[in-house]
Each structure stands twice: as C-alpha cells, then as structure tokens.
C-alpha cells in the first residue's frame, strides 16, 4: 500500500484563486519532504525541499511568494499554490524519505482556467 | 548541468526478452541510486535501489548494476511483461542531499 499520499488527485480551480495540495507519509515520520513538478513528457523538476519545523528550500527559479510550503508535522507537508495562473497548470508529486529509501505520492493534476 | 542522464529517451523490446535501461552520472559524489517507474498521471513507483558499496542488487526480474569508475547504472528487466511498459527513471543522491533524476525513458513491451 501507499506510504506517501497525496491528496487531492485533481483539482480545478480558477484563475487567481489559491489551491492547497497535501503530502502525507502515513507509516513513518519524515523530517524532509521534496516537491516536485511534472510538465507534459518532461522529467521531474524538483521545486523545493521540505523541512520540519523551518523554511521550505526553494530551486532556484522557483518563486517562494507564488508556492508556499508548510511542513508543520513530521508527517504533512503542504504546497499552496497562490493566485494560480493557466500556466501553472501542471502534475505536482511529494516524495518523502525514511531510513531506507524515498517514497512518492501518487500525485496531484492542477489545472488553473 | 545535467548531472544524471538517460539518453534513450525510448526503447522497445519483445516480450519475455530482457529489457536494459541505461543511465550515467557525472558527480562523484552520489553514494545512492535509485529506479522508478512511472505510470501517465500517477507518482513515480520506487522499484529498487543501490548504494555505492554495491555493485549489484537483484530483486526478483530486477537487477540494477553499479560501475562507479564509469559512472554508469543500468536496470535489467527479465523477462520483460507488458506490464513493464511505462516511463522508468534513474536518481542520485549524495548523502542525505535531495534527488536528482534523470529525463526518463519511455519503455514499451511489444507481445
């Protein structure tokens, strides 16, 4: 089963509203959480890394303002897309890390029209 | 700088052949690898993984194998099942440091 869930699955929203997507690890604690972004038949492009209890570390080219990042419990983090434009519509997946290896969520389609 | 890359962006094989996906790094540094497969609009699926102490680690139809003076990774699938077509990406890590991926290959088993 999932160990990292994400949710929602799919989100719609409108342009210049804010939209909130959840990272769950759900049989381990994770004191770092990474959050990705997929474009149409691209690799995965990593937007920041998720600390517990501090700053969210940001890609560069990422902007911090636009993608908010809260890792408020060793086992939630949250992106928070503010005033989402069409061209943030994209394919955004969690992945977190326990002493073994690094797991994914299943990922969240957000679409902005 | 790309520092994992697969350059096959595509392969194709028959089923019940095996199936080898390559990837090279150029940081010496990485210490952890790991393959994923990757279905359309689902997260990544972690499938097996090997540390740099290693120079092979086998679970079940998979084998991925490590030459650290090459710099080079590859994943071996045998027998290769329809199942088995989907994107698959390699990953580095150094230390505790953050992922980086490859850009993918596009696997395709044909019956």
């Known amino acids: 089963g999932a160990v990292v869930s994400q949710h929602p699955s799919w989100v719609i929203c409108k342009s210049g509203t804010s939209v909130k997507i959840e990272c769950r690890s759900l049989?381990?604690?994770?004191?770092?959480m990474f959050w990705y972004r997929q474009f149409p038949k691209q690799s995965l492009m990593l937007m920041a890394t998720?600390?517990?209890?501090?700053?969210?570390?940001?890609e560069q080219g990422v902007e911090k303002d636009k993608f908010l990042i809260n890792h408020a419990s060793l086992t939630l983090s949250t992106l928070t897309v503010t005033s989402a434009h069409p061209e943030d519509s994209s394919f955004y997946i969690c992945?977190?890390?326990?002493?073994?290896?690094?797991?994914f969520g299943e990922g969240s389609w957000l679409t902005v029209v | 700088d790309q520092q994992v890359k697969q350059n096959s962006p595509s392969l194709s094989v028959q089923e019940g052949r095996i199936s080898i996906l390559n990837c090279d790094y150029t940081?010496?540094?990485?210490?952890?690898f790991l393959w994923y497969k990757k279905y359309p609009a689902e997260g990544p699926t972690f499938l097996i993984s090997?540390?740099?102490?290693?120079d092979k680690n086998e679970d079940g139809r998979f084998t991925v194998f490590l030459n650290k003076s090459a710099k080079h990774l590859s994943l071996h699938i045998v027998p290769s099942q329809p199942g088995d077509s989907a994107v698959y990406f390699c990953?580095?890590?150094?230390?505790?440091?953050?992922?980086?991926f490859g850009q993918g290959t596009r696997l395709t088993i044909n019956p």
């Open positions: 090997i540390s740099s102490i290693k």
């Open positions: 990953a580095a890590s150094a230390g505790a440091q953050k992922l980086v």
């Open positions: 992945s977190a890390r326990d002493p073994n290896t690094i797991y």
């Open positions: 998720s600390n517990e209890g501090s700053k969210a570390t940001y």
């Open positions: 940081n010496s540094m990485f210490d952890y």
């Open positions: 049989d381990f604690q994770a004191t770092t």
